[in-house]
Structure formats: C-alpha cells, structure tokens
C-alpha cells in the first residue's frame, strides 16, 4: 500500500493556485495575498508629535529651566503655518504637524505655563517626541508580500495604506458528497439501523476554517444513479470531497460511480490508521479526495489531506502537518505496517516537559475520543516497542488554524 508521505505528495501534487479576485479589505481577513500590497500614501505624511506638549527649538533651551514664549498650537488635523522663531514655541498635540523650525517636542508635564509665557522644565533634546514622516511606511513600500495570509493586523496596515481593496486568490469551491442509506441529518427522525451523519458537517467546518467555500450535498442513498448525478455536480467545483462508500462491497457505489463518470484511480488505500480507504481520483480538470466513512478517519484524514490541498489552491506551500516532540507516558507495542494516529492526551509533567498519553480505546468510530483529545501520537510503520519517557512526535491538536 502506498505510504502516508507519498500519498501527500501525489495529492498536492494535483493542485495548484487559483485565480486571483479583488475584495474590500473589510473582507481581507484570512485570504490570501495574490498581489503585493503596496502603500498609497506615505505614514506619518509629515513630522508629528508624539505626546501632547509644545513645540521648541532645542537650542532655545540649551538647559533648564528656560522661558519661551507661546505663539500659537498645532493640533491633530490642524498646523501651525509659520515658521517658529528664535525663543517661541508652540502648542502641540499628539499627532499634530510639527513646525516648522521645530526639532524638538516637550511633554506638557515637563513645562509651567502662565498665560503665553511658557517655562520649560527640562532642556529638549533634538528629535525627542517627534515621529519622522515615513516612520511607518512610505509610499510605493510592499509592506504585504504575496502568499501572506492577512492576518487582522495585516488589515489594518493595508486600510492604513489606503488600500480600499486588495487582490487575494478565490477561495477553493469544495463539494461534499456523504453517502449510504444509514445516514440521516441532524435533527431528522433515525430509523432503526440508521445512524446521524456527522462527517460532512465536519468537513464543511474544517474547509471554512482552512480557508475553503464549502458546498454540502444532501445525503446521497445507496443508487448508483443519484451517486453520479452528485458526482457530476460536485466536478464543477475546485475539489469533490466523498464521505464513505469507497470500499468494494455491494454498498459501495462510489468507485463504480467515479469510473461510470470518467475519472481515472490515482489511488485507492494506504498504510495510514485510521484511513486505510483513503481515495483520490482525477478527470481532466477535476479532484476527487474520497474520505473514509468512519467520523474519525474522515477527520484524520481531512487534515493529513484536504488541508493541504486547500493550501494549494490557496497558493501555500502545502507541507505535511507539523509534529513536535512530547515525552511518552505510557511504554507502547510494536507498530505493525500501517502509520498510525493516536488519539492522545497532552500534558505538563512536573518538570515541565510535554507528555503524552494514547486513549486507552482507538476505535474510529468514537468521536468522543477525538473531540476530547488534544494531540495525535504519530507511530511511523514499524515504529518498534517503545517504553515510557522515550521521546515521541506529536501533531498539537490545540495550535492547528481553523478551529480542529
């Protein structure tokens, strides 16, 4: 069966980036650049104040105290427009355009004022309190690279720029097809033997949360007719994602389905647990990841490989999902030859070091295991025995983007 590793290769391998569209940047949030964001203006336009105070020549002041005299004030949106002269100052406010002539700012609290003759308690330096213009950026300056996903500080700076629209790639159109007359949606009557389908509202979530536009299909009963329709449907979107009925039983359609439509296998089954069914087809243009059935599977799955592709599509890089090393609290039996997932715990030991404890039931069915883990212990094929406190790897349920 084909590797963990390189299946993930031939999956991004499939993909590349999508379009590019224009949108407001109060809508910029968690897309990704496609074009650099270049600035419009230069931030600050002028020398600005930094604290409320007045506005001196230093060498007016060679040290304190010193009296000036007041001739004028510079608030924020406002000016003094004359040149500031030999013993005056000047009245300033944060964020208020410094004189000219001035090269220095003294904060309120270190002056005396008695009408327009204002003591200086402290000898300005030069340049003290005063951002220079283009301390911030300048224009024409790329502050926003492309492939950047724009962060909301990010929008800030590019609303700062004046930047009313950006250019980011279209988010990726994911189709989702569950099938199998087993299945019913949330909040519908469950009929004997049937059970309520949780996957493709997961997957849905997973896609937004990754950047995705997600499309659920209604719940597709086991008629190979009604399976290609869907299928049909879901190729005119940048990726079809299949829940289930990828095996070769009577009751499951959709390989016959896929071929019925046109799409050649890429592959079908890894060395991966869970996920052994895993699934991907092609047909021109179009993508086809078949996610296995079980909730968990799907779940593990989705993240080993539809978030890359996501990325992808995204323009990212794609790279397998990171793992970090934590300390095993538990000794553990030789791995046979599939990767495995480990539904896990993840904690501080009292020395500080991050530990980790598989559930003691690993069944992929059991959402609640995996809702209540916050880590995967990853056991390559073949991993040996291995005994408690050895070092492991570990994908940290708790920092992955998009809310797993």
């Not at 203006?41 to 105290?65: E, F, K, N, W």
């Not at 016959?256 to 021109?284: E, H, T």
Request: one cysteine or more; glycine letters at 8%; aromatic letters at 4%.
């Amino acid at each position: 069966m084909l590797s963990v590793r390189d299946a993930h290769a031939r999956v991004i391998a499939a993909f590349e980036a999508l379009p590019a569209e224009m949108v407001s940047i109060a809508d910029a949030a968690g897309r990704v650049l496609a074009a650099p964001a270049t600035a419009r203006l230069t931030q600050p336009p002028a020398d600005l104040s930094a604290m409320d105070g007045y506005a001196v020549r230093a060498a007016d002041v060679p040290s304190a105290p010193g009296t000036l005299t007041l001739v004028g004030q510079a608030p924020a949106g406002g000016s003094y427009d004359h040149v500031l002269k030999a013993g005056e100052t000047v009245r300033i406010f944060t964020g208020g355009p410094l004189p000219q002539g001035a090269d220095a700012v003294v904060i309120q609290e270190d002056t005396k004022a008695d009408g327009t003759r204002i003591t200086i308690l402290e000898a300005p330096r030069q340049g003290r309190h005063i951002r220079k213009a283009g301390l911030d950026f300048k224009a024409g300056d790329r502050a926003l690279q492309v492939g950047r996903v724009l962060s909301t500080r990010d929008v800030a700076l590019a609303a700062a720029m004046n930047l009313p629209w950006l250019s980011v790639h279209r988010k990726p159109r994911v189709a989702i097809l569950s099938t199998g007359d087993e299945l019913v949606m949330p909040g519908e009557p469950v009929g004997r033997n049937q059970i309520v389908s949780s996957s493709g509202i997961a997957v849905a979530a997973l896609v937004r949360g990754w950047g995705g536009d997600p499309t659920l299909f209604d719940i597709a009963r086991d008629d190979a007719a009604l399976i290609e329709s869907r299928i049909a449907a879901g190729a005119q979107h940048d990726l079809l994602i299949t829940l289930g009925g990828a095996s070769v039983g009577d009751h499951d359609l959709v390989q016959a389905a896929l071929k019925a439509q046109g799409f050649s296998m890429d592959f079908w089954r890894i060395a991966m647990r869970p996920g052994k069914p895993l699934m991907f087809a092609a047909k021109d243009s179009a993508r086809v990841l078949g996610l296995p059935g079980n909730p968990v599977s799907t779940m593990i799955c989705a993240l080993l490989f539809l978030k890359p592709a996501i990325e992808r599509m995204l323009s990212q890089p794609g790279d397998p999902v990171a793992t970090r090393p934590a300390r095993l609290a538990v000794d553990l039996k030789q791995n046979d030859q599939r990767e495995d997932y480990v539904r896990s715990t993840l904690s501080r030991a009292a020395d500080g070091a991050l530990t980790v404890e598989p559930h003691p039931v690993q069944d992929s069915s059991m959402l609640s295991v995996l809702a209540h883990a916050n880590a995967l212990l990853v056991r390559p094929a073949h991993d040996p025995a291995r005994t408690k406190g050895e070092t492991v790897q570990i994908v940290d349920l708790e920092i992955l983007p998009g809310g797993y």
